[in-house]
């Protein structure tokens, strides 16, 4: 479904990415993971067209994405929740729900029909769509962000950092809903500071550091691997992410 390969990706004339390649397979949770400034943030901004790879390439089912703007990205099917959440607090939850099926054009209808699937995986904002946005706890406004990227019906959803900010309780029920969209066939690429809770929901991993890919196994392997577990699984610690 999506292939990176050799991608360069630059802040002025700093690399971010230096050379980096992965790829992501229909109906797979992949997760990105690595320390604070390995650019983990970055590959999903590129792959969105946020930030454009300086070289490389990015495909996206069989047709080449690299330097498209971020609006035609979204049309071909991918949608990135965006770290930090970026609701527009002062509408309502209903409204911001609303702004992700913006780009489709739906009529009345359509739009009723992709709130109430919505709605579905995420059952709690049904009892909070006349809400404002900006009173609603955080792990609520964190479900209004991915409800809102799924009301584009992305084929491939960019999750950046879901549960930061969020209790214990709060973060498990988040990355629930992650693993329930696998459940209907979703599509994610998921950047997450809680490295052993992301990998416990992903199919593969991919682990980041200084802007290079330096390891890619199953979840699971990553899970029992001995340096993925001493520098990011150790007992009772929490990646710190960019």
């Given at each position: ?74 049309r071909l099917g991918i949608t ?163």
């Open positions: 479904m999506l292939t990176l390969t050799s991608v360069v990706t630059c802040y002025g004339e700093a690399q971010a990415l230096k050379g980096v390649s992965l790829h992501a397979r229909p109906g797979e949770i992949v997760a990105l993971i690595g320390a604070n400034g390995a650019g983990k943030t970055t590959v999903l901004n590129t792959i969105s067209g946020v930030t454009p790879a300086r070289r490389g390439k990015v495909i996206f089912e069989e047709r080449e994405i690299t330097r498209l703007a971020p609006e035609q990205v979204v990135q929740v965006p770290e930090g959440r970026q609701l527009f607090a002062s509408m309502t939850v209903e409204e911001n729900l609303r702004l992700g099926a913006y780009p489709r054009r739906l009529t009345r209808s359509q739009l009723r029909g992709e709130m109430e699937e919505v709605l579905e995986i995420l059952p709690v904002l049904a009892v909070r769509l006349g809400r404002i946005a900006g009173s609603l706890s955080g792990g609520e406004q964190q479900m209004v962000a991915i409800g809102r990227g799924l009301m584009a019906r992305p084929k491939l959803l960019l999750l950046d950092e879901p549960t930061m900010g969020l209790a214990p309780m709060l973060a498990r029920e988040v990355l629930a809903v992650v693993g329930r969209l696998r459940e209907r066939g979703g599509n994610v690429l998921l950047v997450e500071q809680n490295a052993r809770a992301a990998l416990a929901i992903a199919d593969r991993g991919y682990v980041l550091e200084m802007g290079k890919i330096v390891l890619e196994a199953t979840a699971k392997d990553l899970l029992e691997n001995r340096e993925v577990q001493r520098a990011y699984l150790g007992k009772g610690r929490r990646m710190v992410e960019d």
